[in-house]
């Protein structure tokens, strides 16, 4: 069982910066790939970015390419979210998630955190 904890999340304004954390317990995280997804209110869970168990595989949905950038530090079990330039509809609920397979469907991860609210005010 692999526990996922959120960090990070807030409230800035159109054009700021935040940094999102996710500190895993097992200490086999290096061997799951790990993935970030959010929820506006109203709105389907949507795929934001993905990241190889190495960390040297990614991608990101074209809204957020040249924004958001994933990495992960496996000695310290933690993947990380930098977004940069947020804009308004950015906002929403970000999780992190684990998986086994190379996958941008959140149906096939198989843990995920409790998630962290951002907010981006214009």
């Known amino acids: 069982q692999v526990q996922l904890v959120e960090s990070g999340g807030g409230l800035v304004q159109a054009g700021g910066s935040l940094r999102l954390s996710c500190a895993a317990s097992?200490?086999?995280?290096?061997?799951?790939?790990m993935g970030w997804f959010r929820q506006a209110p109203g709105k389907e869970r949507e795929f934001v970015a993905f990241?190889?168990?190495?960390?040297?595989?990614?991608t990101y949905i074209d809204s957020v390419k040249g924004r958001f950038t994933i990495s992960r530090d496996n000695a310290k079990n933690t993947v990380y979210l930098q977004m940069n330039s947020l804009k308004p509809e950015d906002t929403a609920t970000y999780y992190c998630?684990?998986?086994?397979?190379?996958?941008?469907?959140?149906?096939?991860?198989?843990?995920w955190g409790q998630g962290t609210q951002v907010t981006v005010s214009s």
């Open positions: 998630a684990a998986t086994t397979r190379a996958t941008d469907k959140g149906d096939e991860y198989d843990y």
């Open positions: 097992e200490r086999t995280f290096s061997n799951y790939r």
């Open positions: 990241i190889s168990s190495s960390g040297s595989s990614t």
